[in-house]
T-cell receptor
Framework: EDQVTQSPEALRLQEGESSSLNCSYT??????LFWYRQDPGKGPEFLFT???AGEEKEKERLKATLTKKESFLHITAPKPEDSATYLC????????????FGQGTRLTINP | GAVVSQHPSWVICKSGTSVKIECRSL??????MFWYRQFPKQSLMLMAT?????????EQGVEKDKFLINHASLTLSTLTVTSAHPEDSSFYIC???????????FGSGTRLTVV
């Protein structure tokens, strides 16, 4: 069964304090790994899609990386507006188009 | 591009009544739409997948007679919660996809409260 585990569950940082969020996955064959940002009471907002081990993508203060077993979302010099829940999801190569989500990491950046 | 509009953003209904939630892809044709449910501080749980013109495929444990999904056109899918009860109170989110090889775009969600 496809599984996604995110850690930590919650993370508090000071403004400017860089860190990384982890997404470990078990899937029959990875078609794509997705990172989303979700603000309270809103739907997920797309950040990145990664397709193969070794791939990296960047957007402003965020950088996503992928290995055969896990993905990291690195946040460099975060600002309070980066506070949100970050969700990781995988799409398996086999089967339907559905995404399997992890539990998310609630990130809080204190000014 | 790739905008999904979901309405209403919140709704309160009485126990025993039905409520309909709409999900529209505004600038693309969505061959596949997905409906999720999210409880407070929990992740998204897929309820069903629908393809335009076909019956929805429900995930295990989701009552298809209670959560009616219609995907009658390439830009509109609806979720109807029938005979709602307080335990159906939750945050419902739709997602749409143009075709295989494209990403998934999410709606802004609907907060349903059943009193």
């Amino acid at each position: 069964e496809d599984q996604v585990t995110q850690s930590p569950e919650a993370l508090r940082l000071q403004e400017g304090e860089s860190s990384s969020l982890n997404c470990s996955y078990t899937v029959s064959g990875l078609r794509g790994l997705f990172w989303y940002r979700q603000d309270p009471g809103k739907g997920p907002e797309f950040l990145f899609t990664l397709y193969s081990a070794g791939e990296e993508k960047e957007k402003e203060r965020l950088k996503a990386t992928l290995t055969k077993k896990e993905s990291f979302l690195h946040i460099t010099a975060p600002k309070p507006e980066d506070s949100a829940t970050y969700l990781c999801a995988v799409q398996a190569r086999q089967g339907a188009q559905k995404l399997v989500f992890g539990q998310g990491t609630r990130l809080t950046i204190n000014p | 591009g790739a905008v999904v509009s979901q309405h209403p953003s919140w709704v309160i209904c009485k126990s025993g009544t039905s409520v309909k939630i709409e999900c529209r892809s505004l600038d693309f044709q969505a061959t596949t739409m997905f409906w999720y449910r999210q409880f407070p501080k929990q992740s998204l749980m897929l309820m069903a997948t629908s393809n335009e013109g076909s019956k929805a495929t429900y995930e295990q444990g989701v009552e298809k007679d209670k959560f009616l999904i219609n995907h009658a056109s390439l830009t509109l899918s609806t979720l109807t919660v029938t005979s709602a009860h307080p335990e159906d109170s939750s945050f419902y989110i739709c997602s749409a996809r143009r075709d295989r090889g494209y990403g998934y775009t999410f709606g802004s969600g609907t907060r349903l409260t059943v009193v």
